[in-house]
């Protein structure tokens, strides 16, 4: 029976049934209340899904192509010994012309060009240049959405990945930050409020991390890794395809027309044929116009100035971002040194991705069962543990028993930044519901950059450990703890908040009263 079939249409307005006395009288619906766990959402996840996969194998591909041998055996017919510096094993590979053999569990950048001892530091350099690239691409990629639309820059995001995946990596990362900033906004609206977190959740990287090492252990190379990578990107943006831009912006934007029509659709794919709701989507999309008209005349493009405009948005604001870069110095400067621990790369990597979402999917079952888990609870436990776990690491380091607990810190960092994703989830979360539908991307993208200045600092971040080895993880220690203190004190809880569309009046903005007086 179809959607189209007469009897069925009657017996879906039969049960959905006329509004009672009660409901005409009740408030003017948001567009949040119109929003359902239905068909159209499954394709949306499915989406979502393809972006994710492709964003983490952007991202977490240095860890593999960029990984360091674990030591150099010999070169040619000549072994080593445990005892021969760099300058030796340099000096003999010089004179006799032949390839270094070393010891690897992949076929990184590294070992293919046979970068080893101070050479290995100009590939973790280039991750940094890398990631200049991503901070470019968070720093445009809110306006060229809240422009464009979020469909149209995930579209571009996902070409531009598989584009340049294979010619320039610098390029390639301003796509990738496109990616990552629009998505999680373009997902944020289009699932019900209720099934927020639990979603995101799911989808997200954490299951990804899990298939991924198997995934790179089956490329085996760099260059097959790169191939993968571009070929997710295809993919991704034709599942892209299946679905609509957001009507939220749309409405936005007062494209009112163009939204009616995508929620029919949307409606269509679900299979909803209830004329009462039909009449209340109407009657919200009415309403949005006449908000659009009112104001068309003094419409303005936004700016990363609007979401500093209150004093309540600047506290926001620069505490979010400071949040999320802290986020990003523990969660990539433990992850690009992940060769660095005891074990195989790829089963810690595993681990990491099992642990990392076996946590998610109990903290979104938490908070869809108790009203008491919101953000910051998320936020305040997992950075909770994530300093509890510093300071076991930070101790081994100071007592010299780093040898002796060598599988105490594998496992500490293991969770460290198995634990971060719950801060990502926490803050952006956070960042897509305080700030409203006009500068949403614009905060999340605000958001992304401060993100991508953690992750340029990440690689270097163990380089302090020439000094003393403790040192980095020192550093990390201080950082979590005053982000720790800070969205607790500062922040809102935001579970269960209707999004908003417009910006505070402009008597409760900074200096309003000041410029009144001027013009005056």
């Given at each position: 029976m179809t959607s189209e079939d007469p009897e069925a249409a009657e017996e879906s307005d039969r049960l959905c049934a006329l509004p009672t006395p009660q409901e005409i009288q009740t408030p003017l619906k948001n567009m949040d209340d119109f929003i359902k766990l239905g068909w159209y959402c499954t394709l949306v996840l499915l989406a979502a899904e393809g972006m994710t996969l492709t964003s983490l194998s952007s991202m977490v591909y240095m860890v593999y192509a960029g990984a360091t041998p674990t030591v150099v055996i010999g070169c040619g017919n000549y072994y080593f010994n445990k005892s021969e510096s760099c300058e030796e094993i340099r000096l003999f590979q010089k004179t006799r012309q032949c390839r270094l053999i070393m010891d690897h569990q992949f076929v990184s950048v590294n070992v293919e060009f046979e970068m080893v001892c101070e050479e290995s530091s100009v590939v973790k350099n280039s991750i940094s240049y890398q990631m200049a690239g991503v901070l470019f691409g968070a720093a445009v990629a809110g306006h060229v959405s809240d422009s464009f639309g979020r469909r149209n820059t995930l579209l571009i995001s996902l070409l531009g990945l598989a584009g340049f995946f294979l010619s320039r990596r610098h390029l390639l990362k301003i796509s990738y930050r496109g990616l990552t900033a629009v998505q999680g906004v373009y997902l944020v609206e289009n699932i019900p409020k209720k099934h927020r977190m639990w979603i995101n959740t799911v989808i997200t990287w954490s299951p990804n991390f899990i298939i991924f090492p198997p995934i790179v252990y089956l490329c085996w190379t760099w260059r097959n890794l790169s191939l993968f990578t571009g070929a997710a990107s295809l993919i991704s943006a034709l599942l892209l395809c299946l679905v609509y831009e957001s009507p939220r912006w749309m409405i936005q934007k007062g494209r009112i027309a163009e939204a009616r029509e995508t929620l029919e659709k949307i409606r269509k794919i679900n299979r909803d044929t209830c004329s009462v709701e039909a009449g209340q989507i109407e009657a919200m999309l009415r309403h949005e116009q006449t908000i659009f008209d009112s104001r068309l005349r003094k419409q303005k493009k936004y700016t990363i100035f609007d979401i500093f405009c209150t004093w309540q948005y600047f506290t926001w604001t620069t505490t979010i971002c400071f949040g999320i870069f802290v986020a990003s110095l523990v969660n990539y400067g433990l992850l690009f040194n992940m060769e660095k621990l005891s074990g195989s790369l790829y089963w810690n990597n595993f681990f990491f991705g099992v642990i990392r979402w076996i946590v998610n999917i109990a903290v979104g079952a938490a908070d869809y069962f108790f009203k008491w888990v919101g953000r910051k609870a998320i936020n305040f436990f997992a950075m909770g543990y994530i300093i509890v776990s510093l300071s076991i690491i930070c101790l081994l380091y100071v007592r010299d028993l780093q040898e002796e607990g060598a599988?105490?810190?594998?496992?500490?960092?293991?969770?460290?930044?198995?634990?971060?994703?719950?801060?990502?989830?926490?803050?952006?979360?956070?960042?897509?519901?305080?700030?409203?539908?006009?500068?949403?991307?614009?905060?999340?993208?605000?958001?992304?950059?401060?993100?991508?200045?953690?992750?340029?600092?990440?690689?270097?971040?163990?380089?302090?450990?020439?000094?003393?080895?403790?040192?980095?993880?020192?550093?990390?220690?201080?950082?979590?703890?005053?982000?720790?203190?800070?969205?607790?004190?500062?922040?809102?809880?935001?579970?269960?908040?209707?999004?908003?569309n417009n910006l505070p009046s402009k008597d409760k903005r900074i200096f309003y009263r000041k410029h009144s007086l001027t013009e005056s």
């Open positions: 599988w105490l810190i594998r496992y500490s960092t293991i969770g460290v930044t198995a634990m971060t994703s719950q801060l990502y989830l926490a803050k952006f979360m956070i960042t897509s519901e305080l700030f409203p539908t006009a500068v949403r991307n614009l905060a999340v993208s605000t958001l992304s950059v401060s993100s991508r200045v953690g992750t340029i600092v990440a690689p270097q971040l163990f380089f302090f450990a020439t000094w003393s080895p403790v040192l980095p993880f020192f550093v990390l220690l201080i950082f979590s703890t005053i982000d720790w203190v800070a969205c607790q004190v500062l922040l809102p809880e935001t579970k269960n908040k209707n999004l908003e």
